[in-house]
């Protein structure tokens, strides 16, 4: 049986970005000018987003998922103007999660993961120039894209040291860490963060976003057969 995509919308507090999230399938999220616009990315991301699934283990039920439907609208906030990604938090973010729940997310993040450490291995090392990502070589975009992620796990107590997340067995240690801590504030009722407080939800799903955002970036500056 098909089942359409739940979609949140989130606007820019000035309007200059609208961001449409898949909030069942953590990572997949387009951002544009206009709603429309940002609908229309996120339908075209549909078969980019179906290796993760693959990984994860939902092709099948990720293949059910046809159509759009937004069933929320919520304020962003300023990054969400300045980045266009999702910056804020909507209602189905902070629901509580079953431990089902929790679960299936953090698989949808993992595959995530997974598909980066695919793609950065056999993409060009020399990407192609453009303004996006401001001209990085895939070697920088990597190692952006991991320590960006060691101060979303700063905030559920993951200090891994900077150095380790570019080995192997230390990328493996602080991932297994980042998924185990993130298991135990959601046995505590905790969200991540002392300050921010972001709903465990949002965490995944920014941590999932930002690897298959880069992820696609590699994909498309690559110039390997080019």
């Known amino acids: 049986m098909t089942q359409p995509v739940r979609v949140t919308i989130e606007v820019g507090p000035k309007g200059k970005k609208v961001i449409a999230v898949a909030q ?3 990572g997949l999220e387009r951002g544009a000018k206009t709603e429309e616009l940002a609908l229309e990315r996120l339908q075209a991301y549909l078969p980019r987003y179906a290796p993760i699934a693959s990984l994860a283990g939902m092709d099948g039920e990720f293949a059910a998922n046809t159509a759009l439907n937004i069933v929320e609208h919520y304020p962003g906030v300023g990054s969400t103007d300045f980045w266009g990604i999702s910056f804020a938090f909507s209602s189905i973010d902070k629901q509580p999660m079953s431990s089902e729940e929790l679960e299936r997310e953090l698989t949808l993040m993992r595959a995530c993961w997974s598909f980066f450490d695919v793609v950065r291995a056999r ?5 192609q120039k453009g303004t996006r990502g401001g001209g990085k070589d895939r070697d920088e ?6 320590y960006a992620e060691l101060q979303w796990a700063k905030m559920i107590g993951v200090l891994t040291p900077g150095a380790e997340m570019l080995t192997d067995e230390g990328l493996t240690a602080h991932r297994a860490a980042y ?3 993130i298991r135990a504030y959601h046995a505590q009722g905790k969200p991540a963060g002392k300050l921010a407080k972001w709903p465990l939800r949002y965490l995944i799903r920014h941590t999932a976003y930002h690897a298959l955002d880069h992820s696609w970036e590699m994909e498309d500056k690559n110039l390997v057969g080019a």
């Open 123 to 127: 993409v060009s090392a020399e990407m």
């Open 141 to 146: 975009i990597v190692r952006h894209t991991l």
């Open 179 to 181: 998924c185990t801590a």
């Open 24 to 26: 069942d399938w953590p």
